[in-house]
């Protein structure tokens, strides 16, 4: 059990509308990292926090946005949503900064279809 | 920019049978590689983490090799069963992110 939890686990949305993704990491992980995986292929990365402060961003438009909150939990929201922006959105956590060799634990994912 | 690939893409395999996937990257300085479950619309379950200085890590049924200088690695399943049916995905560590592959969906034919 990897103790990552994230939510809503289905979510449908309109066109145009915004939304937000939550995740808690896993106890003792100060790093969480947001992923989207379209249907067949692997997951892209989004961006990453550590310690509250945005680590690293993939190929994403500024439309997605995120949060880590002092107990290390995460939000990911995405406005003006788009048909493309269907898909399972994966939140990781793992224990960053001067640990470069550790594992990373996934949540279920949120799947979010947006029509 | 690494690029990770995994073949084949589908396998379909009677039970009982040893099966081999294979996973390539193009850039061999990693600290690490994983190897990770997927059943159809779950997130993604670790099964084995082998680090730089390791060339195999063994869990159960489950054996991965890593041989950095090819940028390859495999995962072994022994004696594969129908529960073993899923997608299997491995990923190698970037800056501060993991690079994927597309997978291999596992079938197991009772």
């Known amino acids: 059990e990897t103790g990552v939890t994230q939510s809503p686990t289905h979510l449908i949305k309109t066109r145009g509308q915004q939304v937000t993704l939550r995740c808690s990491s896993q106890s003792g992980h100060n790093t969480v990292s947001w992923y989207q995986q379209a249907l067949g292929q692997g997951p892209q990365f989004i961006f990453q926090y550590y310690r509250e402060e945005e680590n690293g961003r993939g190929n994403f438009p500024p439309r997605f946005s995120g949060l880590q909150f002092p107990n290390y939990s995460s939000e990911l929201n995405v406005n003006a949503l788009e048909l493309d922006d269907s898909a399972l959105y994966l939140c990781?956590?793992?224990?960053?900064?001067?640990?470069?060799?550790?594992?990373?634990?996934f949540g279920q994912g949120t799947r979010l279809t947006v029509v | 920019k690494q690029e990770v690939t995994q073949i084949p893409a589908a396998l379909s395999v009677p039970e009982g049978e040893n099966l081999v996937l294979n996973c390539s990257f193009t850039d061999s300085a990693i600290y690490n590689l994983q190897w990770f479950r997927q059943d159809p619309g779950k997130g993604l379950t670790s099964l084995l983490l082998?680090?730089?200085?390791?060339r195999e890590q063994t869990s159960g049924r489950l054996n991965a090799s890593l041989d950095k200088s090819s940028g390859r690695s495999t995962l072994y399943i022994a004696a594969s069963q129908p529960g073993d049916s899923a997608t299997y995905l491995c990923?190698?560590?970037?800056?501060?992110?993991?690079?994927f592959g597309t997978g291999t969906r596992l079938t197991v034919i009772p």
């Open positions: 990923a190698v560590p970037g800056a501060n992110n993991l690079f």
């Open positions: 082998i680090q730089s200085s390791q």
């Open positions: 990781a956590s793992s224990l960053g900064g001067e640990e470069l060799n550790t594992e990373a634990f």
